[in-house]
Structure formats: structure tokens, C-alpha cells
């Protein structure tokens, strides 16, 4: 049988360590998506939900420096200006700082959803060995060696 009729096989009837380890993945990458999104959350409107504990980047101690100021501050005239340009900096560091934090994630979520599919695959292997040996003894036995006992070790599960 070639590879790709063994591949197309496979996902037609997946075996029991297939389906295993795409319950595994996909519950992983389940609860790195949620810890991406608290995150991204926590970052972006922190200060929304925990007020006073600097969970979010935002531009509020510009806007803090510029109330506390003693004069009037108006759009028009320079310190106005001084403070808005000071604003809009911040803020384009802010969103700066958010598309770099989705970017790394998202890599970082790839990469580890990789490797719990490669570590699902081998711990699924591991915990089917104990089934796959049972099998292949039944198949090994005829009506001429039916003496022979499944010899398995470990816990009677």
C-alpha cells in the first residue's frame, strides 16, 4: 500500500491514537487561544477591569501629566499641540506594542501547539501499548496454540 493511500486510509477511519491525539491538540490549542485572548485582553483594556494595577498599555499618564497641568491647555496654541502630538506618540507605541504582542503569540502558540501534537501522538503510542499487544497476541493465537495467556504487566485496568 503506498503512503498516500495509507495517509487518505488513515483519515477516512482514523485509529484510536489518532483521535486521541487531535482531543489532546485540539484541548491544548483550546486553552492557548483563551490564554491568548486573556492576555490580549489584559493588555489592551487591563485598566477597564482592574483599575490602578497597570495591566493595559495605554496612554493615561500623558493624559494624567496634561490635566495636572496648572495653565490652560487648548488645542490651538503650542503646549496644546506639545500634548496632543505626546498622545498620539503614545498611542502609536501602544498599538505598536499590541501588534507585536499578537505577532509573538500567535508564533509562540504555533510552535507549542506543534509540539503537543508530536508529544500527544507519542503519549497516546504509549498509553495504547498495553491494547496493542493485547491485539497482537489474539491474533497470533489459533485453535493449535490456545494455551498461550496474554502476559501483561502493570495495573489491572
Known sequence: M??????WDALIHPTVRLRLTAI???IFAGCGVALMAITLGLTAHGDLLFPGLGLSLTSGQVFTAAQGSSTAVFPGDAE???IQDAMTAAANIRQKA?????RSGGIALATTLT???LLS???AGRALAPLRSITNTARRLTHENLRERIAL???RD
Open 24 to 26: 489532546y491538540a485540539a
Open 121 to 123: 501522538w507519542f503519549a
Open 2 to 7: 503506498s503512503l498516500p493511500t495509507r495517509v
Open 153 to 155: 504487566e502493570g495495573p
Open 80 to 82: 496644546g499641540r506639545q
Open 98 to 102: 499590541l501588534d507585536d504582542l499578537y
Open 115 to 117: 509540539l503537543a501534537v
